[in-house]
């Protein structure tokens, strides 16, 4: 279920004072200017509502709709700050490797970044590419070790997308991809390799 969010928080009305067609009655104190204010709000959310379109707000959920009306756009979120929150759940979860790798991945990232603050909307190609370069060069990282580290970035990253914390177009992955090395398999040497007799069953 979609959480409610409020489309005006400094203003508190009790339902005894609110009519049916949604407006302040006249018994509540400084109603003429608040109604003017709602009426206001609601033609400017009604003309971006007709530019959306009422197909592609039918298939909107509310926090969707909520974020086109207010014109949110969510690029003041600290990465960061929303990471804490997934280490804390998934040690609640007790899910506590996964939580370590988010931990060190974290660590190194706010080393690269110089700063314990993060937004999302600076998370570009580049930067991921800064990084990783860093891991490689700074940290001797190997490059499967790096596509950890870059894949429990996207994870958190698409987290944030899926539970409406920040829209989809932030996310970097679309043009950078992350680099994973095949590992080979070991050459078998011929002193490894054992006579078998016809029909004798492999242990």
Same mark, same amino acid.
């Given at each position: 279920?979609?959480?409610?969010?409020?489309?005006?928080?400094?203003?508190?009305?009790?339902?005894?004072?609110?009519?049916?067609?949604?407006?302040?009655?006249?018994?509540?104190?400084?109603?003429?200017?608040?109604?003017?204010?709602?009426?206001?709000?609601?033609?400017?959310?009604?003309?971006?509502?007709? /530019?959306?379109?009422?197909? /592609?707000?039918?298939?909107?959920?509310?926090?969707?709709?909520?974020?086109?009306?207010?014109?949110?756009?969510?690029?003041?979120? %600290?990465?960061?700050?929303?990471?804490?929150?997934?280490?804390?759940?998934?040690?609640?979860?007790?899910?506590?490797?996964?939580?370590?790798?988010?931990?060190?991945?974290?660590?190194?990232?706010?080393?690269?970044?110089?700063?314990?603050?993060?937004?999302?909307?600076?998370?570009?190609?580049?930067?991921?590419?800064?990084?990783?370069?860093?891991?490689?060069?700074?940290?001797?990282?190997?490059?499967?070790?790096?596509?950890?580290?870059?894949?429990?970035?996207?994870?958190?990253?698409?987290?944030?997308? %899926?539970? /409406?914390?920040?829209?989809?177009?932030?996310?970097?992955?679309?043009?950078?991809?992350?680099?994973?090395?095949?590992?080979?398999?070991?050459?078998?040497?011929?002193? /490894?390799?054992?006579?078998?007799?016809?029909?004798?069953?492999?242990?």
């Amino acid at each position: 279920m979609d959480k409610l969010l409020i489309l005006e928080q400094h203003i508190h009305i009790e339902p005894k004072y609110m009519s049916s067609n949604g407006k302040i009655k006249s018994s509540y104190a400084g109603h003429t200017s608040i109604n003017q204010d709602l009426m206001r709000i609601q033609v400017e959310y009604n003309n971006i509502c007709a /530019d959306i379109g009422m197909q /592609d707000i039918a298939s909107m959920n509310i926090n969707d709709l909520v974020n086109k009306l207010k014109n949110k756009k969510d690029v003041d979120e %600290d990465f960061f700050k929303y990471a804490e929150t997934r280490i804390a759940y998934l040690r609640k979860q007790k899910r506590l490797s996964l939580a370590d790798l988010y931990e060190v991945t974290c660590s190194h990232l706010s080393s690269y970044a110089k700063s314990e603050v993060l937004l999302f909307k600076n998370m570009t190609a580049p930067f991921l590419k800064g990084f990783e370069e860093w891991l490689k060069t700074g940290r001797n990282a190997s490059s499967n070790t790096i596509a950890n580290y870059i894949s429990n970035i996207r994870a958190i990253f698409y987290h944030a997308i %899926d539970n /409406d914390v920040i829209e989809q177009g932030l996310s970097p992955f679309r043009k950078y991809k992350i680099k994973r090395v095949k590992k080979r398999p070991r050459p078998v040497d011929a002193t /490894d390799l054992k006579p078998v007799a016809y029909g004798t069953t492999l242990s």
